[in-house]
């Protein structure tokens, strides 16, 4: 049996005393930490973004010299032209998200807005990730069916009117579509999801306070 | 110019590291981690105290960035599971033999992190008005919610003692 009494507050000043207290920060490592780079969910999701606002770029790049080059192929025009279309969409989104997270977080307003607006940014962002995902690859599939038809002579019409390439798309989409929303999900479930769903439990233990 | 901010905010961080120790031994375990905190919080303050314009105490200013970083920090998958283990072993230490502040950080390290947030500016002497507005919720609440996290922390005591 203990009869010990606990008081709070000055049994927490002894702990901030004994734990908290040491004061031997030196110049230099407050300079170096300064000067490094962020290592926020943020940071990482802004450097994926710029990775893949680099490839789309490059992607749009190469369509371009592409359609360049196959002025006289109007066919081949409309196949990559719509998919340099659709990259120039995505490139756009890409880039506006990447803007709202380089200014998006106050890291000096209150606690719940902080947290809140942090889930926001990083949930679109991973959003946009999934998108990209469920996107590029099923589009690129049928692009390169299309092209590659076309190429051995075969009109969009006539690639589309033939049952047995068309059952090969109809099939790839039905395979591949599911499969790449789920192995976009389960990444992104496997990098962020409990750091995600702790934030999301802050959020709202802060607000039923409210 | 941007020499004497340097050296100014460097004196500020010095004079009140106690403040960043003191969350980031709240909230994270591991070592990687911890100096990763510690780093995002140097960082962090550093882009935001160009727009500090002393509306609040530097100190305060700097609790307020220290716990957003820390509660919105991404702790590594792995190292989490370390961090679970070390807690275990730290909650089947016998109490009996730990002294009442020992204990109480021990306590503290097991309510939630909101609650941990609340009852850590309430002990530093934090009125309820500033916490609520670091928070960002509402004064009365904050009485209320106090009350019962000291409530709790006194009885989780008790109990581990006599128990």
């Known amino acids: 049996m203990d009869n010990r009494e606990l008081d709070l507050f000055k049994d927490w000043q002894k702990l901030a005393s004994e734990k908290f207290s040491s004061n031997n920060i030196q110049k230099q490592e407050i300079m170096d930490a300064i000067h490094k780079d962020s290592n926020s969910t943020i940071s990482t999701l802004k450097k994926s973004l710029k990775i893949k606002i680099m490839w789309v770029t490059a992607f749009i790049t190469l369509f371009s010299t592409w359609m360049l080059f196959s002025l006289d192929r109007p066919e081949l025009l409309l196949i990559v032209g719509a998919m340099n279309a659709s990259y120039f969409i995505a490139l756009l989104l890409l880039v506006s998200q990447y803007k709202k997270m380089d200014s998006g977080l106050d890291i000096t307003s209150n606690t719940l807005a902080t947290m809140k607006k942090n889930l926001n940014l990083i949930s679109n962002a991973l959003k946009i990730e999934h998108t990209w995902g469920l996107f590029t690859l099923p589009s690129a599939l049928i692009v390169g069916i299309l092209v590659s038809r076309h190429y051995n002579g075969y009109t969009i019409m006539e690639t589309f009117s033939d049952p047995s390439y068309l059952l090969k798309i109809i099939i790839m989409m039905v395979i591949i579509l599911p499969l790449a929303f789920i192995t976009t999900n389960k990444m992104n479930k496997s990098a962020f999801g409990k750091y995600i769903d702790k934030l999301k439990e802050n959020i709202t233990r802060m607000e039923l306070i409210q | ?163």
């Open chain 2, 1 to 163: 110019m941007s020499n004497q901010l340097n050296n100014e905010y460097v004196g500020l961080i010095q004079e009140n590291e106690g403040i960043i120790h003191k969350v980031i031994g709240l909230y994270v375990d591991d070592k990687e981690d911890r100096k990763d905190l510690f780093q995002e919080i140097l960082l962090q303050a550093w882009k935001s105290y160009k727009n500090f314009k002393g509306q609040s105490k530097f100190s305060t200013w700097l609790y307020k960035v220290a716990l957003n970083t820390a509660l919105t920090f991404h702790k590594k998958e792995s190292r989490q599971k370390e961090l679970v283990n070390q807690e275990s072993v730290q909650t089947t230490t016998h109490h009996e033999q730990r002294e009442n502040h020992e204990m109480l950080y021990t306590l503290i390290k097991q309510i939630n992190e909101v609650d941990r947030m609340l009852i850590t500016l309430h002990l530093d002497g934090y009125k309820n008005t500033e916490i609520a507005d670091i928070a960002g919720v509402t004064t009365n609440h904050v009485n209320v919610k106090i009350d019962r996290i000291k409530s709790k922390l006194i009885a989780d005591f008790k109990n581990e003692t006599n128990g």
